[in-house]
């Protein structure tokens, strides 16, 4: 049996910048963003604030949920969060 997967949303203080993620540890990636131990997109827009989430059985599952998002309109992927967390918190310290 595989581990866990995720997919993940980020976004900044402002919530202006979206980033689809997938990783097998969704405690130990956010906080790699949180630190900006990883030079890239997420660094350079400050985007350390998780807003959404969804647990997969396989690796295999979730790349295809997180390609299906990535390929999504702007509004699908607000609506999803919207719908999923309403006041956009930053999730993190409730999965911890």
Same mark, same amino acid.
């Given at each position: 049996?595989?581990? $866990?997967?995720?997919?993940? !949303? @980020?976004?900044? &203080? $402002? ?8 990783? &097998?540890?969704? @405690? ?21 604030? %998780?807003?959404?989430?969804? !647990?997969?059985?396989?690796? +295999?599952?979730? !790349? %295809? ?9 702007? $509004?699908?992927?607000?609506? %999803?969060?919207?719908?999923? &967390?309403? +006041? ?9």
């Amino acid at each position: 049996m595989e581990k $866990q997967s995720f997919i993940y !949303i @980020l976004t900044n &203080n $402002q919530n202006t910048t979206l980033y689809i993620g997938v990783t &097998n540890n969704l @405690l130990r990636r956010i906080f790699e963003h949180k630190e900006k131990f990883n030079a890239g997109f997420t660094k350079k827009y400050n985007l350390t604030k %998780l807003v959404y989430y969804e !647990i997969f059985c396989d690796i +295999d599952s979730a !790349i %295809l949920r997180e390609k299906k998002l990535k390929g999504g309109s702007r $509004q699908k992927k607000i609506d %999803l969060i919207n719908n999923f &967390n309403p +006041d956009w918190e930053d999730l993190y310290e409730k999965i911890i």
